[in-house]
């Protein structure tokens, strides 16, 4: 969906200050090196396994990647959660308005769903279609964080044909690679 029709996330690399977003979520108790380290830590680990083929249906979590870092293996619960909605904000793209018209005018003829591979939980991706105005267009979403499965597994892309409920021969899928 990054690069599709939502633009600016996958903000991950030496040059992002993830330490500033803890902060500004509320992030207190972690030392600013601390908050870059883990959070290097998980996306590197989890873009690994990413590349790994034989991984597609059996993808960890960001909680239970951040979980298995020694780091990180005794922060509290809140803390892991903070650690995950930094890794979130840093993920989440937006939806602009030219790329919401555009999803808008389709619905108006076609039925949409999403597949989208995302680390994270869903919840902010939701509010950014909702902000949006597109939530509501797509007959089914079909986030990979709800499961264990990232693209390009088939299971992700059955949940979504089964919801649509359309013959195989009228779905195309449209995506940035």
Request: glycine share 10%.
């Amino acid at each position: 969906m990054n690069g599709t029709f939502m633009f600016g996330g996958d903000r991950f690399g030496p040059g992002q200050d993830y330490a500033a977003t803890y902060r500004a979520l509320g992030g207190r108790q972690l030392a600013p090196a601390a908050v870059q380290g883990t959070i290097t830590a998980c996306f590197e680990i989890m873009g690994a396994i990413y590349e790994d083929p034989a991984r597609c249906d059996s993808f960890p979590s960001v909680r239970d990647t951040l979980r298995d870092l020694p780091d990180a293996r005794n922060l509290s619960n809140t803390e892991i959660h903070l650690l995950e909605r930094v890794i979130a904000q840093h993920e989440l793209g937006n939806v602009p308005d030219s790329y919401a018209r555009a999803l808008q005018a389709l619905a108006g003829s076609h039925r949409l769903g999403v597949v989208a591979k995302i680390l994270c939980l869903k919840g902010p991706w939701v509010d950014e279609f909702a902000r949006a105005g597109v939530l509501n267009l797509f007959a089914t979403t079909v986030f990979s964080s709800d499961t264990r499965s990232i693209k390009p597994s088939r299971r992700l892309f059955e949940q979504a044909l089964s919801a649509l409920g359309a013959p195989r021969s009228d779905v195309v899928f449209v995506g940035d690679s």
